[in-house]
């Protein structure tokens, strides 16, 4: 077995300012991994913050700049060619993303090494499940890549279920590594939790927290907002993504019971968010028949640490977890229809009777310590496997 102390990873990702990126970068770290990272950099409205790993630098991207992107992606070659030294050293070579794989491949091809690739893939675009020539060539390159790694890692059992194994027909080793909180040491200390609705349940305080990608979710809170009135208030942190960033502001519109409040830090400011609702909203819809149905969000385990009850689609994987452990309520369509009734129906001692129970789980159970533990664990094992 290596010794902690000279462990080594070469870390490939699409943007070293992610925020999932960043995550694992850091808790690989915490678990004595020295890291190489080879990112990209994203040009955003946000501040760039330096690296806190050895970071080498295979180019910049611009948002919707595909072609741009597309260079810049060509031209990393040379980078890798030219730093092929780290990729040669590197024990484990851990890729965000298919594409990065590629260049992944190709690196550790340049430096000669024979470091096991670990794959992470937590989203599966709408690209990699239609029907047409793109879609199929772009599942085939993905399976060129997979059968080409020594451990896959995703988010939820659900990517598995119905579309690793039966589309992909992966049949390789996977490791299971939930969106749970981390690092929670900045988390403040379980408290006596508070079991009584905030305002007395008028109105019901909802909060939906997190990278606002869904189109269907501003929708419908802008729309109960509007037929409810009083009954209910909406708070929203954190940042537009994706397609509706131009249109944010207009599918908020202008309600007094809707207020959006800015983007947060994490996790420090996840406490003082939660503990100002009384529901945790968890639907996404914005791949309603792939992604969206399978993944499992960050938020379930963020409202989970301060025992906030969620509520979810029930046709997602979310909605069946939230049912299986009792942390909240799943609705059917027509789910204009469904949550406002509920909303102007619920009686405050079954919600009472639900927050009980979120508050009573034990907070490890959403934390990520555990899982990082057990991944470096898993990681120490692929190295003793090709170890003379």
Same mark, same amino acid.
């Given at each position: 077995?290596?010794?902690?102390?000279?462990?080594?990873?070469?870390?490939?990702?699409?943007?070293?300012? &992610?925020?999932?990126?960043?995550? =694992?970068?850091?808790?690989?770290?915490?678990?004595?991994?020295?890291?190489?990272?080879?990112?990209?950099?994203?040009?955003?409205?946000?501040?760039?913050?330096?690296?806190?790993?050895?970071?080498?630098?295979?180019?910049?991207?611009?948002?919707?700049?595909?072609?741009?992107?597309?260079?810049?992606?060509?031209?990393?070659? @040379?980078?890798?060619?030219?730093?092929?030294?780290?990729?040669?050293?590197?024990?484990?070579?851990?890729?965000?993303?298919?594409?990065?794989?590629? +260049?992944?491949?190709?690196? =550790?091809?340049?430096?000669?090494?024979?470091?096991?690739?670990?794959?992470?893939?937590? &989203?599966?675009?709408?690209? /990699?499940?239609?029907? !047409?020539? /793109? $879609?199929?060539?772009?599942?085939?390159?993905? !399976?060129?890549? +997979?059968?080409?790694?020594?451990?896959l890692v995703t988010t939820s059992p659900g990517f598995v279920r119905e579309y690793f194994k039966p589309v992909q027909q992966f049949e390789g080793e996977i490791f299971l590594l939930e969106n749970k909180v981390y690092p929670s040491t900045s988390l403040p200390a379980t408290t006596e939790p508070?079991?009584?609705?905030?305002?007395?349940?008028?109105?019901? /305080?909802?909060?939906?927290?997190?990278?606002? !990608?869904?189109?269907?979710? +501003?929708?419908?809170?802008?729309?109960?907002?509007?037929?409810?009135? &009083?009954?209910?208030?909406?708070?929203?942190?954190?940042?537009?993504?994706?397609?509706? $960033?131009?249109?944010?502001?207009?599918?908020?519109?202008? +309600?007094?019971?809707? !207020?959006?409040?800015?983007?947060?830090?994490?996790?420090?400011?996840?406490?003082? /968010?939660?503990?100002?609702?009384?529901?945790?909203?968890?639907?996404?819809?914005? &791949?309603?028949?792939?992604?969206?149905?399978?993944?499992?969000?960050?938020?379930?385990?963020? @409202?989970?640490?301060?025992?906030?009850?969620?509520?979810?689609?029930?046709?997602?994987?979310? @909605?069946?977890?939230?049912?299986?452990?009792?942390?909240?309520?799943?609705?059917?369509?027509?789910?204009?229809?469904?949550?406002?009734?509920?909303?102007? $129906?619920?009686?405050?001692?079954?919600?009472?009777?639900?927050?009980?129970?979120?508050? $009573?789980?034990?907070?490890?159970?959403?934390?990520?310590?555990?899982?990082?533990?057990?991944?470096?664990?898993?990681?120490?094992?692929?190295?003793?496997?090709?170890?003379?």
């Open positions: 077995m290596t010794a902690p102390n000279s462990r080594s990873i070469a870390f490939f990702a699409h943007e070293r300012g &992610d925020a999932r990126v960043v995550k =694992r970068i850091s808790a690989l770290q915490d678990q004595g991994w020295n890291i190489t990272g080879f990112t990209f950099h994203r040009v955003r409205e946000k501040q760039d913050i330096a690296p806190t790993w050895n970071n080498i630098h295979l180019g910049t991207t611009y948002n919707r700049r595909y072609l741009q992107r597309l260079w810049a992606f060509v031209k990393s070659v @040379g980078v890798l060619w030219k730093n092929r030294h780290p990729l040669a050293t590197a024990q484990v070579i851990y890729v965000i993303n298919t594409d990065n794989a590629l +260049l992944a491949l190709l690196g =550790r091809w340049f430096g000669g090494g024979k470091a096991p690739i670990v794959l992470e893939l937590a &989203d599966i675009q709408p690209a /990699m499940t239609g029907s !047409r020539l /793109m $879609s199929k060539s772009l599942r085939s390159i993905e !399976r060129f890549v +997979l059968h080409r790694i020594a451990l508070r079991t009584s609705p905030i305002n007395r349940a008028k109105p019901w /305080m909802i909060g939906y927290f997190g990278a606002f !990608r869904c189109r269907r979710s +501003l929708e419908l809170i802008h729309a109960l907002a509007k037929r409810l009135g &009083d009954r209910v208030h909406f708070i929203l942190r954190g940042y537009a993504a994706g397609t509706i $960033s131009d249109e944010f502001e207009n599918l908020l519109g202008k +309600l007094p019971n809707l !207020r959006f409040e800015g983007p947060y830090h994490y996790p420090d400011d996840l406490s003082t /968010m939660y503990q100002a609702v009384d529901f945790n909203w968890a639907f996404d819809e914005s &791949d309603a028949a792939g992604n969206s149905a399978w993944l499992l969000p960050n938020r379930i385990y963020e @409202g989970g640490c301060f025992g906030v009850p969620a509520i979810a689609s029930s046709t997602t994987e979310t @909605g069946r977890w939230i049912e299986k452990h009792g942390y909240g309520w799943s609705f059917p369509e027509p789910l204009s229809e469904t949550l406002a009734e509920f909303f102007e $129906s619920l009686d405050p001692a079954n919600w009472e009777a639900i927050k009980n129970h979120c508050a $009573s789980q034990p907070r490890h159970q959403f934390t990520g310590e555990k899982d990082y533990e057990a991944l470096s664990t898993r990681l120490s094992e692929l190295i003793s496997r090709i170890s003379p």
